[in-house]
Structures are given as C-alpha cells and as structure tokens.
C-alpha cells in the first residue's frame, strides 16, 4: 500500500534539509521546530483531517505572511483549507517583537517618547499622548489648558490620518486603487499640518512630559483650519461612491461577523468594538484631555461585519472634523508647558539666556521627572485602533521600574483566528483589513 507524508511531516523535512549547511550540520533549530508545534496545533484545533479519506486532494495548509502585503505587516496566518473553506487558522505573532516594554525600563521617561513613535506609526501622535499622559498620572504634574486643547487637536488629525491610510489600504484590499489616491492626499495635507506644528512630518515626538514642546503658530492654525473645512465634503463623496459600489458592499457586508457578545468575550477594542454594537469609546467612557468639553457623538453600528467595521470609521472620521472645529474656535491663550523646573523642559529662551535654563535643561536630559517610589499608575486614550494604555510603576529614579503596554492591535488581532475559520479564503484579505492591525503595536 502507497503512503504519502502527512503535510506537517513533509514540512519538517523540507524545513531540515533546509537548515543544514553543506557538511548535514544543523544551523537553524528554532524554526522547524517552531513549525512543527504549529502545524500540531493546527491539526489538532478543532477537527481531524483524515487524509485517507480525501482521494480529490482537496486539503491543504495554507501560509499566509509573513511579509505578504495583504497581512499590513509581518503577520502569519496559518490556515487548513477544505477546498477553498478555511477549517481552522491560526496567527503566528512575534516577528516585530522588539521587547520595547524592556526597552522603555532603560530610558527615562523622557527619552522613551522617540519609541512611542515607532509603536502604531500610523499615529504617531496618540502613542506620544498616551505616553505622556501616564506619566503625568504617576508624577502627578498639572498640564497647562492650552497644551491639552493642543494635544486634542492633534489626536484627532492622527485619528484621521490612521483611518485614511486603513481606508485605502482596505478598498485597495478588495481590488480598487483610486481610493488609496485620494486619501493618501489627504494624509499628505496632514504630514504638512505635523510638519509646521513639530518640525517632522512622520514620527512627531511634539509632546513633552508637562505639555508639549512648541506652541501653534498663526500659519499652522490656519493650515487646521482649511483642513477641517475642505476635507469634509470629500467624505461625503467617499461614502455616495463607495455605498453604491456593488462590488464593495457585496465583498464586506456579512463578512467576518462578530456580535455584540462575541466581540465582548474575545476583548475586541475601539472602531471594530463599536461595528459589533458595544459603545465603548474612553473619550466619553472616562474622558481625558478636553474630551468632556466637547460636542461629539460615538458612532455605533450592530451588524458586526467588515462594512460595519468601515463605515463606523467613516463616521469617525466625520466627528473628529467637528471636534477639529470646535478646538479651533475654542482655543484659550497661555502657556503650553508646566513651569516647573522638576517636571517640564524650560523654553529655549531660558536656555540660551540663563544659566539656571540652562542647568534644569541639562537636570531633565540627564535625570528628568523623578517620580515618588511604589508609585503606580495606568493610564489609557481612544486611539484610532482603540485602547491604548500603559501601565508604569517607580522606584523614585527619572526611569520607570515596570512598564507594561495594552495595545489595540494584539487585541483585535484575537478575533481574527475566530472570524477566518468556516469563510472562504478569499475574504481572508478582506477580514484581516478590517481589523486595521499594526504589527509594530502588536508585537511589543
């Protein structure tokens, strides 16, 4: 009687011969068998595939990532097919991981805002904020009113700029291109807006521990301003194009649905949270900055389905302009950093002009905010994915003893293994767009 090897079993072999060099020495060990216990659990998740009982060769194990550019990033997602049915599928993190949570117990706590940046790069500007904010929680340092105002402001232009890039990466996903132009522009005007206001266009760093490091000049206000005013009326166009496209609505309505207590068990977070009928939104939950000043709704959807998941950050997109316009209008005047030589940089006037500028500057570099030992503190935002949180315990030094993140993305990510198995593998790309995951987020 012939007998075949079972996929895993080939895989194993193909994997050894290619980890041996020249001589048959093992180079690589971690691979195969990282590969092997995939597999194993993939077979043993929640069906036996009999291979006697398949003569069409119908199964498979399909791998998907991790650099493929449907995954947005180095994500794996293992799947067994029943011909063109996902079985069962597993994700496969890790390959971003960077052990920043590590990393930030080595910095001061002024000098780990560089690495925020890198975290959800989509966003640069919440992480900064989230950052800050905690930090602030644990020192207990009082932030001037403007500089909140500010960082609201700016929050939600990363809010917007993170949807736009989802929006077209998504429609790009399911097989158009134009709408990805058309937001990328817009993510263009925002890049000039964080360019004027910070001086980089990309990871912006603008928030300082006690307020952040520049005020707004007259020019970037106005470049705020005619953003918020010209980029509503192209929502609307987005919307009547992509509501009447048949081949969009058709390839994300029922797809990947998550209901209301689903989305609850697995720990679903932010827009793909609200798709599925749950309101939770911080920013009126346990609002912070100058969220509970403001006239905003929580858009809300209960289908639970990728068309849910987008048209939930369509209508964010629109509450963020009136939050935008409400900001500008209401804007007060002052000082936009603590003046506090024990909790905030001096300005570069005092700096440049005064020898006790100058000496708090070189204090907050080398030691910086220093605060009470046992302290602890968690503080969270509504980022654009969804909660962003850290949590911090001090020893009394300016560098914090414990650091432990939740990030949005390795949340959502948790529902993606539960809505690929018993669809068809060509809403896999659909599904995992819908989720909007960030590996650099993902992978702490």
Same mark, same amino acid.
């Given at each position: ?31 195969? @068998? &990282? ?10 998740? &929640?069906? #036996? ?17 991790? /650099? ?28 971003? &991981? ?11 706590? /002024? ?27 644990? !020192? ?21 700029? *993170? ?67 010209? +980029? ?22 029922? =797809? ?28 009126? +939950? ?39 316009? /409400? ?10 950093? =603590? ?5 905030? #940089? ?5 700096? #440049? ?25 968690? &503080? ?10 850290? +949590? ?6 300016? *560098? ?6 939740? *990030?949005?993305? +390795? ?6 293994? #539960? ?6 593998? !060509? ?16 992978? @702490?």
């Amino acid at each position: 009687m012939e007998t075949t090897l079972a996929p895993a079993e080939a895989e194993a072999g193909r994997a050894k011969i290619a980890s041996t060099d020249g001589y048959g020495q093992e180079v690589f060990t971690f691979w195969p @068998k &990282h590969n092997r216990a995939l597999y194993d659990r993939l077979e043993t998740k &929640h069906s #036996y595939l009999e291979r006697d009982a398949d003569p069409l060769e119908a199964s498979m194990t399909l791998n998907i990532g991790p /650099q493929h550019p449907a995954t947005h990033g180095v994500l794996r997602v293992v799947a067994k097919l029943d011909g063109e049915t996902i079985e069962s599928a597993l994700l496969d993190l890790g390959y971003l &991981h960077r052990g920043i949570e590590k990393l930030a117990e080595v910095k001061t706590f /002024q000098e780990f805002m560089p690495y925020t940046d890198r975290m959800d790069y989509l966003s640069p500007y919440s992480n900064n904020v989230a950052w800050c904010l905690a930090v602030e929680k644990l !020192a207990n340092v009082e932030v001037p009113e403007r500089a909140q105002w500010i960082r609201t402001m700016l929050c939600e232009l990363a809010r917007i700029s *993170s949807h736009l890039l989802w929006m077209g990466t998504m429609v790009m996903d399911a097989g158009a291109m134009s709408a990805f132009l058309w937001t990328f522009k817009w993510r263009e005007e925002i890049y000039s807006i964080f360019d004027e206001v910070a001086g980089a266009r990309f990871t912006v760093s603008h928030c300082r521990i006690g307020g952040v490091t520049t005020d707004l000049s007259p020019d970037s206000i106005g470049m705020i301003r005619t953003f918020a005013e010209s +980029f509503a009326p192209d929502i609307e166009e987005w919307d009547k194009l992509l509501a009447g496209n048949r081949i969009w609505v058709e390839r994300n309505a029922g =797809v990947g649905t998550v209901t209301k207590e689903e989305a609850m068990a697995i720990g679903l977070a932010g827009p793909s949270l609200r798709a599925s009928g749950v309101p939770y939104d911080l920013r009126r +939950f346990e609002p912070y900055l100058v969220y509970e000043d403001l006239d905003f709704t929580i858009p809300l959807r209960t289908e639970g389905d990728c068309l849910a998941r987008y048209l939930i950050r369509l209508d964010e997109m629109r509450e963020s302009v009136k939050i935008l316009r /409400q900001c500008l209008d209401r804007l007060p005047e002052g000082p936009v950093r =603590v003046d506090n030589a024990k909790h905030a #940089y001096p300005s570069k006037d005092e700096v #440049y002009y005064s020898m006790e500028g100058m000496i708090h500057d070189f204090m907050m570099t080398d030691v910086g905010v220093a605060p009470p030992k046992g302290a602890e503190a968690y &503080h969270a935002i509504e980022a654009p994915k969804g909660e962003l949180g850290f +949590f911090l315990a001090s020893d009394g030094t300016g *560098s914090p003893y414990r650091v432990e993140m939740t *990030s949005p993305s +390795f949340a959502n990510l948790q529902a993606l293994e #539960y809505m690929l198995e018993g669809v068809m593998v !060509a809403d896999t790309v659909v599904m995992i767009g819908s989720v909007d995951p960030v590996m650099g987020e993902a992978d @702490k």
